[in-house]
Structure formats: C-alpha cells, structure tokens
C-alpha cells in the first residue's frame, strides 16, 4: 500500500497585529520545501500530495480590538480550511493507507481547524496533541494581554475561551488529560495558572535539555499512545531557539535546539500514530537566510512524519 502524506497550506496572520506569517506557506513552498522532502531518504516510499492553500483574502488585517483581534474574519476562515483538510484527508484511493497530514502555516490558530477536521474524519476516535511552541497560547478573552486571537488556539481547541472562535473549531476536539505543551517558557501570567491549573502535561526547553525531561515525555508519549488512536503534533517554529537562524515571527532565546526537537519528535512517534505534522509560525525575514530555515523545517518533518 502507498504512503500519502496529504499538504495543506494555512496563509493567515489574522490571529495577531501584524501581519508576515500569510506568507509562510509560499515561502516555503518556493524554498523548495517540497522538492528536499520528495528527495528525502526518510521519504522514499511516500507520495506527497499538494492540495494547496485554503481561500483566504486578506491574509491579514489591521484590527485595534483589545480582546479579539479580527474575531469575525477568524470565525469565516477558519471552517474553511478545515474543509480543505478534510478534503485532503478523504483523497486517498481505497488501496491505499488514509494519507497523512502535514499543514504549512500561517499563525497557530490553523492547529485549532486541523484539530476539527481530523476529529470529523473520524468522529469515534480519541485524539491527543502535542503543541509545541514558545509561548502558551492558552489564553482567552478574559486573559489575553494583547488581544492576538493567534494566543489562543490552544485553548479554543480545549474547548476555551470565546464560544464563536471555539464554535468555529468545534471545540472541544481533544482532552485536556490528552494534550501537552512541549518547549514553551514565554507565558503570560494568568495563561500560566490556567495550564498548572489544567490537566495538560507541559515539558518546558529547559526541562528537555536533560535525560530526564526526555524520559518524562516518552512516558507520556507511551500513556497517550496506548490509549488515544491519534496525536497531531502542532509545531510552531518559534519553539526552536533563535541562534539557529529560525525565520519566524517572534524568535524567542531559550527555546529548544533543532537536535533536542529532533529527538521530542523522534519520541513522540515512535510511540503513537502520527495523524499529522503543522510547522507553523514561518515568516520570511530579511536577515534570515530562508534556506536555512527551510532545511531546519525538512529535519523536523522527517523525525515527525518519515
């Protein structure tokens, strides 16, 4: 049976106040993202698909709401994309194993749609994430410090936060028992309660730098995979340290090395059924060397998916 790894791209920076990541899907597209994976040992009997970029006009928008920044266009948007990825998800041929997903963005919120359309393929399963990132993006309304809608996509596929952008994912879509937050130690203050306060696993960069940061996430890799049918692993790239020339939004200090992420993803699948791969977050920069970043992003989708 073929291996189809099904590609979606998310354009959007409507989650925050500026705009750059809408552009993330093409750049990597024209950095030949694509073209390193096809040639990729890891890759060898896998067919890649490109079902292209979900409809989105503008990409981004300037908006000086202090809660929720372009709530109305974020609740249009993102429906649609997940019917593009339930499109992609449905593709596969009836001789052919069900394709896997890997979704280029675009801001985080694009995990929160991906979220619900592999829950409404398979409405019976039981589903776990993995969110690496950064920062939390666990906020809500009452919460957030900046209004950026994009700081809340973990949370709104919780199931919290405002009911109209946890509506549009159809939140909730995962357990909380069944989610984790790998890498993230930029968090705001009331986000960082609510998580301590929750029932979501966090392993922090500092904490996977040792032996046994890495044993604690196998553990709960192994506790997920035994009892969940599949994980998406949501990547924003921002979770990579920022001396490993990441092209992203907010390139943050402390974050996780390429090698460590490496080896968090290596666990994570070799442990459970890998549904999906998202590196989001990337935005072309003038001081980045895009190539670079491309060659980082094709590492982590090997250990992900390959």
């Avoid at 994430?129 to 973990?154: C, R, Y």
């Avoid at 890498?183 to 040792?210: H, I, K, P, T």
């Avoid at 990579?240 to 992203?248: A, C, F, K, L, N």
Wanted: proline share 6%.
């Amino acid at each position: 049976m073929t291996d189809t790894i099904a590609i979606v791209g998310s354009p959007t920076a409507l989650g925050g106040h500026f705009g750059g990541m809408e552009q993330g899907p093409a750049a990597l597209r024209s950095a030949g993202f694509l073209d390193r994976l096809r040639a990729s040992d890891a890759f060898a009997s896998t067919a890649f698909v490109d079902h292209g970029d979900a409809p989105n006009d503008p990409g981004w928008a300037a908006d000086d709401d202090p809660v929720m920044k372009n709530r109305d266009r974020i609740i249009a948007y993102l429906p649609r994309l997940s019917a593009l990825v339930g499109t992609a998800l449905g593709s596969g041929a009836e001789d052919e194993r069900e394709p896997r997903l890997l979704m280029l963005g675009g801001d985080c919120t694009t995990h929160s749609a991906t979220m619900a359309a592999l829950k409404a393929h398979s409405p019976a399963a039981r589903l776990a994430i993995a969110w690496f990132d950064a920062h939390g993006d666990f906020n809500i309304p009452s919460t957030t410090p900046s209004g950026n809608v994009w700081g809340m996509p973990f949370a709104m596929l919780c199931g919290r936060g405002d009911p109209g952008l946890v509506g549009a994912v159809n939140g909730p879509t995962v357990a909380e028992e069944d989610a984790a937050l790998i890498g993230a130690q930029v968090l705001d203050q009331d986000e960082s309660r609510m998580l301590n306060a929750s029932s979501v696993a966090q392993f922090g960069s500092g904490m996977l730098r040792g032996r046994a940061g890495l044993a604690a996430l196998d553990a709960w890799a192994r506790i997920v995979g035994e009892r969940c049918d599949g994980l998406y692993i949501a990547f924003d790239l921002d979770a990579i340290d920022q001396s490993e020339g990441i092209s992203v939004a907010m390139p943050e200090p402390d974050g996780l090395s390429v090698d460590t992420a490496v080896e968090a993803l290596r666990i994570l699948a070799r442990n459970n059924r890998v549904l999906g791969f998202g590196p989001t977050a990337t935005m072309p920069r003038p001081d980045i060397d895009i190539d670079h970043h491309t060659d980082i992003v094709v590492r982590l989708t090997e250990a992900a998916l390959g």
